[in-house]
């Protein structure tokens, strides 16, 4: 084929992931005429497979540059085991349902992991659909979900996750939850009643054209139809578009007194019913304004900004979701523990609590239990927080979520699912989202006291012109409500909200819940985590102790490197980053490296490791702080030198935390770790109150505690542990990079790696607190003088919706200057 | 200003078909990917057919083993 599309790789790259190319790493065939070079099995297997199915275009499309494919499942035709167990009935069910349109035939969800592009997403869906009993094939770009209709008779589960690695992705199935449908309903019920407002809007801001422009030549009976067709398009907008914020609004009345506390849809409920009413009578009377245009168009608004933020709050939200993703649904179980060494991959769900699993290293813990075999080390970040693995020996409490790092280990389940810690931290969460404090915005509560205080002038206006001119008590009070319609008041803090939204987003910063701007220049105290938040969780070589004659710093670290190369260990990967950094080629070792049980590596002559597993004197290293790790590379000779690592504090941390404080807000370090590591970083950034050690459940009450004290709190951090005290307090921002899990219970996630955005965020929130007191302070001015002249009826309704929509504009661009943020 | 009489009536008519169709476009779920339709009208089109058709001899793998 001449169409053969051209890659923009050069020949010494990897033909599929782009990876370099070296002598000893070559494998070379012959794809689409002409001969390709790939670095490994892996690629070369996935660039077959896609070129077998005529699905080459791919590689013409996509971005360039891929990732390399960590697993070896594309290597062979056979399905692996982890994955056969998808074809138990048990999780069978869980995962498909019958099609309602084809009988005989199931659907299932699958999500997928590393989908990069759109050329990602076509070549997923032609693969799929290629297969012996796929019958359809439909992945969201925007959700990388995919939603394959297949008869189970003809092909199973394992084989369509099975065929997605055979090209180089991932793929999970995923339980449809409850909850995710429910979130789908109120997704289109909104848009639905969005779109039925905004056409409401359009047309009767159409049929209001001849009253805008003033054309008089208009005879009555035209004006009474457009009237009355404004007045049936505006039903629809009132009954369907707005009816939910009644409901909420009377429910919101009935228990106001258990809560004395009105919500916002109140107001805006009052507004549109008195403004309907009043339009109503004028239309049945012939006399005064129909305010429906301003109606429809409040509503639209409205409802166009409620859409928005449901959007990007259900985007956040995936916290069961993000759960199941981080429990494998397989595990290899022991047939019979005493007797045999034989395991068997079984689904999860069939295992009971007294079971014997044996867990590989790299893989992840399905299940809370306790340790039988000998030494483990684990990484339990996502419980604890902790970046340093920890050491368990027999008989110690395993978690589910928890990684094992380096050796296979043997555990008996002692609580499975639902009983599992993380569930529990999830469960946490839940509660705290659903006790979170109602902030109640300034604008809502100065709104709610507007439309009592206008009720009454417009009934006080009515009453006093009934004695002195009966005929015109309706016309003033129609005009006191238009004069001073609360446009201008209500879109007092929205305008500003949305204009600082909009800044702080392109800074980096994503506002989930649209309080977070109001709330933060409140804030009294600061809780912030540590690990994976003010410091990045990864340890930075900071220096080498080379310690023999003739050996240089290079050398060493050469040699450390060249052992520590395909060990997972958070230490080891720093030492081969920063051999990579500085451009040193590990040196060829004359024997593989040999693990040992988490303490440390030994190849030939050279062992790396603690100083305890080397049984090493102390050695005089001139540290500069002993929160440093430290690893020892020993040869037959002896000590050869000393690597310090280092957590490293996140970019911005520094300057952030003096700014907070320098605002007189508290800061208060809370974190997981040990007491002593918490305080030498606390000292480190001039942090007063600090406690280490901290359990999910010690943050959640720590900040009710500061709460009940009356303290605004502001919750910074990363970890699923951190999820319950994020969705706690007051307003929360959780570290993009960290746990889905946290970022469900947040009320504003950061995309940077820098904590740069949190500080510019409260200058931002300063200076919208500024602006929303000059545009509500502008309202009140007005309203002051329209409402008095309006009640004298002075106004008539044409002036009067002149000087409103002025008065709006100017809240609407004084609110438009905080799009212009200083970087 | 006769045409009023004819036109407002229609226009009427006119939002009531929208509605229908923005009902069925919403309960369809045209609006649950707004970005993946609009790549992958561009990646269909040059898949060459012979490609296609000669497909199952070049791909054995793909067929189910039962």
């Not at chain 1, 450390?560 to 958070?570: D, F, N, R, V, Y």
């Not at chain 2, 078909?17 to 649950?32: D, M, N, P, T």
Request: charged content about 20%; proline content about 5%.
């Amino acid at each position: 084929m001449n169409t053969k599309p051209e890659t923009p790789l050069s020949i010494e790259d990897c033909y599929h992931c782009g990876g370099d190319l070296t002598s000893d790493n070559l494998y070379e065939a012959t794809l689409g005429g002409s001969p390709r070079y790939f670095c490994c099995a892996g690629c070369l297997a996935i660039a077959q497979t896609i070129h077998g199915q005529g699905l080459e275009a791919f590689y013409a499309r996509r971005l360039p540059l891929g990732q390399k494919p960590d697993d070896v499942g594309q290597l062979t035709d056979q399905v692996p085991d982890a994955l056969l167990a998808y074809d138990d009935p048990v999780l069978m069910d869980r995962f498909t349902r019958a099609s309602s349109e084809y009988p005989g035939e199931v659907e299932t969800t699958l999500r997928l992991e590393k989908i990069r592009c759109a050329a990602c997403v076509w070549l997923n869906e032609q693969h799929l659909k290629r297969l012996f009993g796929v019958k359809d094939v439909q992945i969201n770009y925007v959700t990388q979900r995919a939603t394959v209709r297949f008869n189970p008779n003809e092909v199973h589960l394992s084989k369509l996750l099975h065929s997605v690695e055979q090209i180089g992705y991932e793929a999970w199935p995923f339980e449809p939850s409850m909850s995710a449908d429910l979130a789908k309903k109120e997704r289109r019920h909104l848009l639905m009643r969005l779109g039925v407002a905004v056409l409401g809007m359009m047309q009767v801001m159409m049929y209001a054209w001849p009253t805008y422009t003033g054309a008089d030549d208009l005879l009555v009976e035209q004006e009474l139809l457009l009237g009355w067709t404004s007045w049936a398009l505006t039903v629809p907008v009132v009954l369907y578009s707005a009816g939910p914020m009644f409901v909420v609004a009377w429910h919101s009345i009935r228990n106001f007194p258990r809560t004395s506390m009105l919500g916002m849809d109140v107001p805006v409920s009052l507004a549109v019913a008195l403004a309907f009413i009043a339009g109503s009578i004028s239309l049945v009377l012939g006399v005064g304004e129909s305010y429906f245009d301003s109606i429809t168009m409040f509503i639209a608004f409205l409802l166009a900004a409620r859409y928005l933020e449901l959007l990007a709050r259900q985007d956040a939200q995936g916290g069961a979701e993000a759960l199941a993703k981080q429990l494998p649904a397989t595990c290899d179980r022991f047939e019979d523990y005493s007797n045999t060494e034989l395991t068997k991959s079984v689904p999860v769900v069939r295992c009971v609590v007294g079971d014997v699993l044996r867990i590989s290293p790299g893989d992840v813990i399905p299940v809370d239990g306790v340790l039988l075999s000998g030494e483990a080390s684990l990484n339990e970040a996502i419980l604890s927080g902790e970046s340093r693995p920890v050491s368990k020996s027999m008989g110690d409490v395993l978690y589910a979520g928890s990684h094992n790092i380096v050796s296979p280990i043997v555990m008996r389940i002692t609580a499975l699912g639902q009983g599992t810690r993380i569930a529990g931290i999830a469960s946490l969460l839940d509660k705290a989202l659903l006790a979170k404090p109602q902030v109640v915005g300034l604008a809502e509560k100065w709104a709610g006291y507007f439309v009592v205080f206008l009720m009454a002038a417009a009934g006080l206006t009515a009453i006093a012109w009934y004695f002195l001119d009966p005929l015109k008590a309706w016309e003033t009070a129609v005009a006191v409500l238009v004069a001073s319609c609360p446009c201008a008041l209500s879109l007092a803090t929205p305008a500003a909200m949305a204009a600082a939204q909009g800044a702080i987003t392109k800074l980096g910063l994503l506002v989930v819940r649209g309080h977070v701007m109001e709330t933060l220049a409140k804030a009294t105290d600061l809780v912030i985590d540590k690990t994976g938040t003010l410091t990045t969780g990864h340890p930075e070589l900071k220096a080498i102790l080379s310690l023999r004659t003739g050996y240089t710093e290079q050398q060493v670290l050469a040699i450390a490197a060249a052992m520590e190369s395909g060990q997972k260990h958070p230490l080891g990967l720093a030492i081969l980053e920063a051999a990579q950094k500085r451009e040193i080629q590990p040196i060829i070792l004359s024997e593989a490296p040999v693990s040992e049980l988490g303490k440390g590596l030994r190849s030939g002559v050279y062992q790396l490791g603690s100083r305890q597993w080397l049984n090493l004197e102390p050695v005089p290293v001139n540290q500069e702080n002993e929160q440093a790790s430290l690893v020892y590379l020993k040869d037959d000779q002896g000590l050869l030198a000393v690597f310090s690592l280092l957590d490293t504090p996140r970019p911005g941390a520094m300057e952030f935390i003096k700014q907070v404080q320098a605002r007189g807000i508290q800061v208060h370090l809370l974190s997981g770790d040990d007491q002593q590591t918490v305080a030498w970083w606390a000292r480190y950034f001039g942090i007063d109150h600090l406690q280490g050690g901290a359990l999910p459940e010690d943050k959640f009450s720590f900040s009710d505690a500061l709460q009940k004290e009356g303290k605004v709190v502001w919750a910074v951090g990363d970890g699923v542990n951190d999820a319950p005290f994020l969705a706690k307090a007051n307003v929360s921002i959780a570290v993009g990079s960290g746990a889905p899990l946290a970022q469900a219970g947040a009320d504003a996630v950061l995309t940077t790696e820098s904590l740069k955005p949190l500080s510019q965020a409260l200058e931002l929130a300063d200076k919208s607190k500024i602006i929303m007191r000059q545009n509500l302070v502008w309202a009140f001015v007005y309203n002051v003088i329209a409402i008095p002249v309006a009640m004298m009826g002075l106004v008539n309704p044409w002036v009067a919706g002149i000087g409103m929509s002025l008065s709006s504009l100017a809240v609407t661009l004084n609110a438009w200057r905080l799009r212009k943020i200083s970087e | 200003m006769e045409s009023l009489y004819l036109l407002i009536p229609m226009s009427l008519v006119v939002v009531g078909v929208i509605v229908l169709i923005l009902y069925w476009a919403v309960k369809s779920g045209q609006f649950e990917d707004l970005e993946g339709p609009g790549h992958s009208i561009l990646m269909d089109d040059d898949v060459s057919p012979n490609r296609v058709i000669d497909k199952p001899s070049s791909s054995t793998s793909v067929k189910q083993k039962e």
